[in-house]
């Protein structure tokens, strides 16, 4: 059976939207500002994007500040089609706690990462619907080490229950990955090394040293 090729869907869509010559609100889940700018680039061109930074499970809360001082900073200077408004989400970091319980020591990608994404996810619809979004999205697939199946999967599943319709996609195809770390260089933003979460921190952290060894 071959995978569905969510780039071209998200493709297509944007072809319907110019061929309409319409500009759609998107609610753009945003995880930072690297990740963000091949995102921007590409979805400016269509849509009147917002960017939602909501990412409870980023720590220290410091952290979670100055992922959002970052992306507001690249906001301001990327030449993009109109300037996206930034949506500061709460930082409800005990939510995410709780939805890892049990889970801290499974490896990066597997089930507690899947209830993070539909955590984010789910906040994104919620806002959607009730700011009068034409689509929802996220950043997140951009990311090499992001399941795209299982973003788009919950995101389908997500809009049927909010009733906004979710944008397909996978940022990392067409070397949108690349063109991201690129970006990133050429306005001087600041790239973690890890997810966010404290877990994703100490694997890294682990690869690091083990790397040195």
Known sequence: MSKIRYDLLMQEEIERCKSR?????LL?????????TACLEQLTEAFQVTCF??????????????RLSELVRLTDEMP????????R???EHERFLELAR????????????????????????????????????????????????????IGATLAEAYGVP?????????????????????YGLYRQDYCGCIYSKAQAARRKQEQEQ
């Open 21 to 25: 010559g319409v500009r759609p609100r």
């Open 28 to 36: 753009l889940h945003v995880c930072c500002a690297p990740c963000s």
């Open 53 to 66: 930074y909501y990412n409870p499970n980023i720590e220290p809360e410091a952290e979670f500040e100055h």
């Open 80 to 87: 993009l089609q109109g300037v996206p408004e930034v949506i």
């Open 89 to 91: 989400g709460e930082y």
């Open 102 to 153: 049990g889970l801290e020591d499974v490896p990066e990608g597997g089930e507690r990462c899947a209830r993070c994404y539909r955590l984010r996810l789910e906040k994104t619809a919620q806002a959607a619907r009730d700011g009068g979004y034409d689509y929802f999205t996220t950043t997140l697939s951009v990311s090499p080490y992001k399941n795209a199946e299982k973003l788009n999967t």
């Open 166 to 186: 979710y944008l397909f996609s996978d940022f990392k195809k067409h070397d949108g990955y690349l063109r991201s770390i690129r970006l990133s260089a050429e």
